[in-house]
């Protein structure tokens, strides 16, 4: 789910939301305006119906952001780097980088979602319950009830122990804890998501077909969702168990060639790239310190009049954006990294020193080997 708008930074943790959060909205609003409110609350004006649909889709959507935003401060809490929350049509996703070291914390980071929806749900029932004592008018009343309501439903299907759902990270956190292999946790937690998520599409197909509920379609798309998603997760995991034990170290190329950061793209290209089978090349200052990372694509993108003109610095990246390992690192743990980067590469650093550089063929190359390799008693792969 990219981001396709960014909306700032909270707690430290960057919120974006994705285009098709409209869909959600907007089904919102419809639904709201010209269906529950006035169906319940009648005798209003139109542009009160739609102003309490805007404010519940707001409420809906700052809640749900909540219940991401509790994901992400928990993880951070735990040494799980977050990269984001992104708000989209089916909810809300917090994009962790990496993670959580032992059960207690996968655990603790999967529950407190549901649990701060179910907070919000109980707060804003009792709201609605003090409003209503107090004499408050019914289309308030109704935009506070239906927020309880949805917020205490929303906490109760990501309870659903399916992966990728909460339910599924608590039962993985579980079993985790119960048998200590994380791999085997993941698989169990991923099938359950599989079978849910082809268990809602049948849900839904029956309701669309058979009972003329358009709402089935939407229980289409989410089982949809769920089940590619828990197969994907199942794979991750089942490459995990395969990868597991292999270093950076033992898969990165070593020794890769630098190339000085003022050098002319034209020398780059004569003395470097045609003479050495890499095609990419860490960039170094005076004192062999990393300064960015160039690679033939970024050439290429040049037009080739200013090659003579242009010196490396100007066309490789720069070395914030450059992707980092340390050969000590678990390559599992790398991949997530590597897969953001455009450039697909990782460089490997021993403290200041560069000592190799991980290309996806290296990574391509140590996932069929470890297929070779026989399977030990440990992993479920
Ligand atoms: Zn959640």
């Known amino acids: 789910m990219n981001e396709t708008l ?11 939301v994705n285009w098709s ?25 139109p542009w009160l119906y739609a102003m309490a649909g805007a404010v519940a889709a707001v409420a809906f959507l700052l809640s749900l952001l909540a219940h991401e935003l509790a994901h992400a401060v928990v993880a951070r809490q735990h040494g799980v ?22 059960a207690s914390a996968d655990l603790q980071i999967a529950g407190v979602g549901p649990l701060v929806s ?41 309870l659903v122990p399916a992966a990728p759902l909460d339910g599924g990270r608590i039962l993985r956190a579980l079993l985790w804890r119960a048998h200590g292999d994380r791999v085997r946790a993941a698989v169990t937690a991923a099938r359950a998501g599989r079978r849910f998520g082809f268990l809602l599409v049948s849900l ?8 003329g509920q358009v709402g089935g379609i939407w229980f289409v798309l989410i089982g949809w969702f769920i089940s590619s998603a828990a197969t994907a997760e199942e794979q991750h995991a089942r490459l995990q168990g395969r990868l597991d034990g292999v270093l950076v170290s033992d898969v990165m190329s070593p020794a890769p060639v630098t190339v000085p950061a003022d050098l002319p793209v034209i020398r780059l ?23 960015g990372l160039v690679t033939l694509n ?60 991980l290309t996806s063929t290296d990574v391509a190359r140590a996932i069929e080997l470890a297929e070779l390799r026989p399977r030990s008693a440990h992993g479920s792969a």
């Open 6 to 16: 960014r909306l700032g930074t909270v707690a430290g943790v960057r919120i974006g």
């Open 118 to 158: 179910l907070v919000l749900g109980v707060g804003f029932g009792a709201i609605s319950a003090l409003a209503a004592w107090a004499g408050l008018d019914g289309l308030a009343l109704g935009v506070l009830t239906w927020l309880s309501v949805v917020n205490i439903v929303l906490a109760v299907f990501n």
């Open 298 to 357: 970024r050439i290429k993108q040049m037009p080739p009049q200013r090659r003579a003109t242009s010196r490396v610095e100007d066309i490789a990246c720069a070395p914030g954006e450059v992707p980092q390992a340390a050969p000590t690192d678990r390559l599992v743990d790398v991949l997530p990294v590597m897969a953001r980067n455009d450039d697909g590469r990782v460089v490997v650093l021993d403290g200041d020193h560069i000592v190799g550089i």
């Open 81 to 102: 780097e977050v990269e984001g929350i992104t708000l989209w049509m089916f909810g809300g996703v917090a994009k962790l980088e990496g993670e959580a070291r032992d």
């Open 269 to 291: 290209l004569e003395d470097y790239v045609l003479r050495s089978r890499f095609s990419a090349f860490p960039v170094v200052d005076t004192a062999g310190r990393l300064q």
């Open 21 to 45: 959060v409209l869909v959600i909205v907007a089904l919102l609003l419809v639904g709201l305006s010209a269906g529950r409110f006035p169906l319940l609350y009648p005798g209003h004006a």
């Open 204 to 211: 839904g197909l029956v309701l669309a077909v058979f009972a």
